[in-house]
């Protein structure tokens, strides 16, 4: 199918850890088309990358500098403070090993200096609020303290102070940055690699006080990140979802898979997409998708009628029914699905007369649950 795009395009490239390698695949996908962005804004990783690559650095560079970082990069830890500060200690991690990687990949030079328009997502801790560099006031910022400041999950590196602001992950507010992205463009291309199609994480109460703190943290992103979507009033929106599920925050050992998931993902959404970009809203692509419930299954708990009413409904028996069926949904849609605390609800999408299972709730492997820590 061919698409065609508008001139003003914002790409969004969230946070995620390392699952964020999704992203240079999708920046080679875009490349391939033609699609260079207007404006780049990003979260955490997709800070990183984003930066990274509106700087100059090319997508086999990024593919290269992806697969030599190592664990002990990035994760060293503060002994010093771990001892002497104890609770006090500001994080679990140095700061140092993380901004030395920023370094290695971003310029050190002003959001006003750069070739294109870039914008940072960060949250300023003492005032509770978000704090985008490199929109109006904030330009005059290093672009790699505050790409610091945007990858530091709070516990786990210390804040960096920008001026006299605390900032650390824009995650905590907004792991897709796309309602600050939109102001002024024709269309969104959104990247979501951490806040979507959580795999089920088996006995994760054994894993530790990070694994669980990780987990409460992708749980409450999640959210956010629906709540956005769900009332999204911008531009037309291309959302992309790699599949790096399967992949938890910190692993390392999936590099490749994870760069040509996001490129997978990206040609499969451009393929897609058609000429939506170029209508007055909605998030892209959309497919029609059947709904289904299993009434020997369903409680009568209505958790899916008040998240989903007008899908879902009761019925005189005291069990949930599908209102009407198929739907038509974008990637946004029919996350009350997985909500179901019975998995009563079942969703498949039409692919070529066929009707494939897409929406079920995937379990982590074992060896990825392991690799979970860094």
């Known amino acids: 199918m061919s698409s065609a795009f508008p001139e003003r395009i914002a790409l969004v490239l969230g946070g995620g850890g390392l699952k964020g390698f999704a992203h240079i695949g999708v920046l080679r996908a875009l490349e391939e088309r033609g699609i260079r962005p207007t404006r780049i804004a990003g979260t955490s990783i997709g800070a990183l990358i984003g930066a990274a690559w509106a700087g100059g650095r090319s997508v086999d560079a990024l593919e290269a500098a992806a697969r030599a970082v190592t664990k ?37 030079v002003r959001f006003d200096e750069l070739p294109i328009e870039v914008l940072v997502n960060t949250v300023d801790l003492e005032r509770g609020a978000q704090l985008v560099f490199g929109l109006p006031g904030l330009r005059d910022v290093p672009v790699n303290e505050a790409v610091y400041a945007s990858c ?15 900032c650390v992950d ?9 309602t600050i992205a939109a102001a002024g463009m024709d269309a969104i291309i959104a990247v979501d690699v951490g806040s979507s199609n959580m795999a089920t994480a088996r006995r994760i ?3 530790g006080f990070a694994a669980i703190y990780m987990r409460a943290a992708q749980t409450m ?40 998931a996001g490129y997978a ?9 058609g000429d939506s970009l170029m209508s007055a809203g909605g998030i892209y692509p959309r497919r029609m998708v059947d709904v289904r419930i299993d009434a020997s299954k369903c409680t009568g708990c209505r958790l899916c009628t008040l998240l ?3 899908v879902v409904e009761m019925g005189d028996d005291g069990k949930a029914r599908v209102i009407e069926s198929p739907v038509e949904w974008s990637r946004a849609d029919g996350d009350f699905v997985h909500q179901c605390p019975t998995d009563a609800i079942s969703a498949a999408v039409a692919e070529g007369g066929v009707m494939r299972t897409t929406m079920e709730l ?13």
């Not at 824009?170 to 796309?178: I, K, Q, R, S």
């Not at 769900?230 to 992949?247: E, T």
């Open 205 to 207: 109460q054994n894993k």
């Open 170 to 178: 824009g995650g905590v507010m907004d792991n897709v940055p796309a």
């Open 152 to 166: 530091a999950l709070p516990g786990f590196f210390p804040p960096r102070v920008i001026r006299g602001r605390p």
């Open 265 to 273: 993902a990206a040609v499969d959404a451009l393929d897609r997409v």
């Open 72 to 108: 002990k990069d990035l994760f060293r830890i503060d002994h010093v403070n771990m001892v002497m500060k104890r609770m006090l200690s500001p994080s679990l991690y140095l700061a140092q090993p993380l901004q030395a990687v920023v370094d290695s990949l971003v310029p050190k």
């Open 362 to 374: 995937p379990v982590a492997p074992e060896e990825d649950e392991v690799d979970a820590e860094p």
């Open 221 to 260: 992103m999640k959210s956010l990140q629906g709540a956005q979507l769900q009332s999204w009033s911008g531009p037309p929106m291309l959302l992309v979802r790699p599949a790096v599920w399967r992949y938890h925050w910190f692993s390392f050992a999936h590099v490749d898979a994870m760069i040509d």
């Open 308 to 310: 989903a009413p007008d």
